[in-house]
C-alpha cells in the first residue's frame, strides 16, 4: 500500500525554514534508512508559501492568490511518499519522522490505487 506522508510547518518559525546542520543530518539519515528498506518512492520538501499560489474555485468562479498564505498558521513543508504493508506501519514511520522536528504535523493519507476505484464505483451504486 501507498501513503503519502504531508508535514506541516509554523511558517511563522525562522528554524522550520533554515534546518541546522545536525537537523539535515538526521533527516538525511533517516532518509537514507528508509530508502535502503525500499519503502520510499519519493521525497521533497517544498519552498515556503511566499513562492508559491493557491488556486480556489467556487460557485462564483476561480481565484489565485500569491502566497504568502497568511491565513495559514501551518503550511505544507514537504512530502513522502512510501510503500508500506499497512497504516500502522505508515503511522510508525510518520511517528519516527515527526520525533526529527521541534515542532511539525504529518498527515498520513492512504493513496488510491487501481484496485481501489472499482471499489468506490461499487459503493455507491450500492
Given at each position: ?29 533517516f ?18 508559501s511566499?513562492?508559491?499560489a ?27 511518499l512510501?510503500?508500506?504493508?499497512d ?11 515527526a ?28
Amino acid at each position: 500500500m501507498r501513503y503519502l506522508m504531508i508535514h506541516k510547518l509554523d511558517e511563522s518559525l525562522p528554524e522550520a525554514w533554515n534546518p541546522s546542520p545536525e537537523f539535515i543530518d538526521k533527516m538525511g539519515a533517516f532518509m537514507g534508512e528508509v530508502q535502503a528498506s525500499g519503502a520510499l518512492l519519493a521525497a521533497e520538501g517544498v519552498h515556503q508559501s511566499k513562492e508559491g499560489a493557491l488556486i480556489r474555485k467556487d460557485t462564483t468562479g476561480l481565484t489565485v492568490t500569491d502566497g504568502p498564505f497568511t491565513e495559514a498558521r501551518e503550511v505544507i513543508g514537504g512530502f513522502a511518499l512510501v510503500e508500506v504493508a499497512d497504516k500502522a506501519e505508515a503511522i510508525q514511520l510518520g511517528q519516527r519522522f515527526a520525533d526529527l522536528f521541534p515542532q511539525v504535523s504529518v498527515e498520513v493519507r492512504r493513496v488510491f490505487e487501481e484496485e481501489d476505484f472499482g471499489a468506490v464505483a461499487d459503493s455507491q451504486d450500492a
